[in-house]
């Protein structure tokens, strides 16, 4: 009931007070209040807000002169319909931004030095030792002779070793030295890059298996190669064959030296204890090994050798060094020379 009240006033007071500031009331009006009053049951000291009360009809505003009011109506135009009436409404646009003064921001950054910036990871190209095996021929009793040629990274010509044991079957310790240096080469490959190392523990395998420094026709094959052996032939210490290269494993040999063309050859026996050397680069194989190992170096073990690999490889332009190991253990012989094996086989030949 008083909301409704309410709504009646507002609705008669919004086109009185529309009108006021245009078109006051004549002033014929009469001051009495409007027929439209509050209803009885509101009461009377119902004040309606503000915004929408009546004007106080009871003390009328005084009326503008007309002269000033009517002459100023009657000389507006026709209202013209605005066109953008017919534009949609369109959504407020945001107010331009306005232009922020940029602000200096000191701030303290700390440049490493050249040498501290991160440093792009360096690839390091680690070599990878290969090995194969080669069975480069048999024995008279037909037992394989084997090689194991090791590579490490890219091999060059003139970078090839051959290292035999095995060539006395009763200089035990020395197959052993050579498949400790197969084990050692293959764990360390940086230790010997670009090289390739030819490996054959056992030159005489009938004569390891059969503990005879001869094989197993009775033949010395360090006294069979054809260099000098005719001199072998005449003294009747050596059993230097029926003729020269007359036994298998001594041909297989000189075949596989052909096949690899080592520029360095390393032969171990024992128990004479001295690094003995052919040629001139054999020379320097054995003063490299003997920096380590500080076994003798000789040119000669005492009597001459005809028929022997060092006499051949002298004769082929190879250097040699019989690298004769004291009368000790493998792991003994293999601590005292391993780095003389390093030595000799990355030792550059001449010309290189
Ligand atoms: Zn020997």
Not at 117 to 142: C, D, K, M, N
Not at 332 to 342: C, H, I, L, P, Q
Request: aromatic share 4%; proline share 15%; with cysteine.
């Amino acid at each position: 009931m008083r909301a409704a009240a309410l709504l009646g006033l507002a609705v008669v007071a919004c086109p009185a007070r529309a009108q006021a500031p245009l078109l006051p009331p004549p002033p014929s009006v009469s001051p009495v209040p409007r027929a439209v009053s509050p209803s009885p049951a509101a009461p009377l000291a119902l004040v309606p807000p503000a915004s929408t009360a009546p004007p106080d009809l009871t003390t009328p505003t005084p009326p503008a002169p007309l002269g000033s009011v009517l002459p100023a109506l009657a000389e507006l135009p026709p209202p013209v319909p605005s066109p953008l009436a017919a534009l949609p409404d369109l959504p407020l646009a945001a107010p331009p931004a306005v232009p922020i003064a940029p602000r200096v921001v000191r701030v303290r950054v700390r440049v490493p030095a050249p040498e501290r910036l991160p440093q792009p990871p360096v690839v390091a190209v680690v070599p990878q030792a290969r090995a194969r095996l080669v069975v480069y021929g048999r024995s008279a009793q037909g037992r394989a002779l084997r090689a194991f040629v090791l590579d490490s990274g890219l091999p060059s010509v003139g970078r090839v070793t051959l290292i035999f044991g095995g060539f006395h079957g009763n200089e035990r310790s020395t197959p052993g030295v050579v498949e400790r240096l197969h084990r050692f080469l293959l764990q360390t490959p940086t230790a010997w890059i670009n090289q390739r190392v030819v490996l054959v523990p056992e030159a005489n395998p009938d004569g390891v298996a059969l503990g005879t420094r001869d094989n197993a026709r009775g033949v010395d094959i360090n006294r069979n190669f054809p260099a000098g052996w005719e001199a072998a032939a005449r003294a009747a210490r050596y059993a230097p064959g029926p003729r020269a290269a007359s036994e298998p494993e001594t041909q297989a040999i000189i075949a596989l030296i052909a096949r690899f063309r080592p520029a360095k050859i390393v032969s171990l026996h024992s128990p004479l204890r001295c690094l003995n050397w052919t040629g001139d680069l054999g020379r320097a194989m054995a003063l490299a090994m003997h920096a380590s190992d500080h076994l003798p170096v000789t040119a000669t073990v005492g009597y001459p050798t005809p028929g022997s690999l060092g006499d051949y490889c002298g004769v082929h332009g190879i250097g040699i060094v019989t690298l004769e190991l004291p009368d000790q253990s493998v792991e003994a012989a293999w601590e005292a020379n391993r780095d003389a094996f390093v030595r000799v086989i990355t030792l550059r030949p001449f010309g290189e």
